[in-house]
C-alpha cells in the first residue's frame, strides 16, 4: 500500500514572534517600536494575518493525508520525502529560501497579506490550498518548473539558489579574479562581485544591475533556461579590465572565476550564512542547475 501525500508547511517567524524573542514581552516591544514612530497594532495585525493563513492552509488539507511543518531556520535538517507536497506560506522570498532543500516537489506559493507582497512565487490565497492540494496530488495542476542557477568549486563545494548566486567579498572590499566566459575569453577584473541569476532572479537583484547600467541584455523569463550574469562595479586598472561585465549564458554555458583574493564568499539568494568560501587559486563554474522548482500556477494560467 502506497502513503498517502505528505503536506508540510513552510513558515518563518513574524515580525511580532521576533520582537517578543528579542525583548520578552509586548509592552517591551511596544516601547521599542514607539522609539521608531510604529505600533505595536500593526505588527500584531501582520501577525494574527499570518497566524490565519496557517490556519486555514492546515484545514484544506485532506484528513487522511500526513502532515507536516518547519520553520525556516530549520529548513537545513528537515528532511524532505519525495512524495511530499510544499506549502509555503509567507513572503515570495521563502519560496526561495525553501527551493534549495528541494528535489521536484512541487511547491505552492500562499500570501498571507494579499496585495503587500508582490505574490510572483506566492500567488495563491489561502483558501485556494484545498482544491491546488487535489489537483496536485492527482497531477492535473499547473506545474511551472523555474530554472535554478548552481555553483560549483574544484574542492567539490556546490550551491544551488532560485534567484541569483554572488561571488565576491564578504565586506565592502574588492573581489580579485580571472573570468573565463563559455566563448574562451578571460579577463583579470577588480570588481564589487558577479553576479549570475535565473529568469525569477531577473526580477531583483539582475534587474537592479541591468537598469542601472542601461543594459541591452534582454533579461530570462522565469521558464527560460538561459541565465544572466553581471559584473558589479568592475575597476579598470592597468592589471584589471572591465570590457566582460555582463551576458547570457546559454543552457550549457557556464561562468568560470579564478580566485586571485585571499578568501571570496559564494552564496545563494542573499543568504549570506549559508556561504561557500573559495580561496586564492580555486576556481568556482557557475552555471544553470540540473534541478528546476516546480511551482504551482494558479488555475487561470492555464
Known sequence: MSLAPRAVIVTRRTELEELLARHGTPQAAEFFLRA??????QVESRHAAQVAAVATVATAIPVEWRRGQVDRSDLDRFLFSPEDIVVVVGQDGLVANVAKYLDG????????????????????????????????ADGSALVERRT???????????????????????????????????????EHQSSSGVLVGTGTGATGWCRSCCEERHSAIKL????????????????????????????????????K????SDRLVVF???????????????????????????????????
Do not use: K
Request: aromatic share 4%.
Open 105 to 136: 516537489q512541487p511547491v505552492i506559493g500562499v500570501d498571507p497579506e494579499p496585495g503587500r507582497n508582490p505574490g510572483v512565487l506566492v500567488p495563491h490565497h489561502p483558501g485556494e490550498v484545498g482544491a491546488l492540494l487535489t489537483a496536485t
Open 220 to 255: 530570462p523569463s522565469p521558464t527560460d533556461e538561459s541565465l544572466c550574469w553581471f559584473v558589479r562595479e568592475p575597476w579598470p586598472s592597468p592589471v584589471t579590465g572591465t570590457s566582460r561585465s555582463e551576458g547570457i549564458l546559454e543552457v550549457d554555458e557556464q561562468l
Open 148 to 186: 535554478m542557477v548552481e555553483a560549483h568549486s574544484d574542492d567539490g563545494q556546490s550551491l544551488v539558489a532560485l534567484n541569483e548566486i554572488y561571488l565576491g567579498q564578504p565586506s565592502h572590499q574588492s573581489a580579485r579574479y580571472l573570468l573565463e566566459l563559455a566563448d574562451g575569453s578571460d
Open 257 to 260: 572565476v579564478t580566485v586571485e
Open 36 to 41: 521608531r514612530r510604529r505600533t505595536l497594532e
Open 268 to 302: 545563494g539568494d542573499g543568504i549570506e550564512a549559508d556561504a561557500l568560501t573559495v580561496a586564492w587559486g580555486q576556481q568556482v563554474s557557475i552555471g544553470r542547475s540540473s534541478r528546476t522548482l516546480r511551482a504551482i500556477a494558479p488555475p487561470q494560467s492555464q
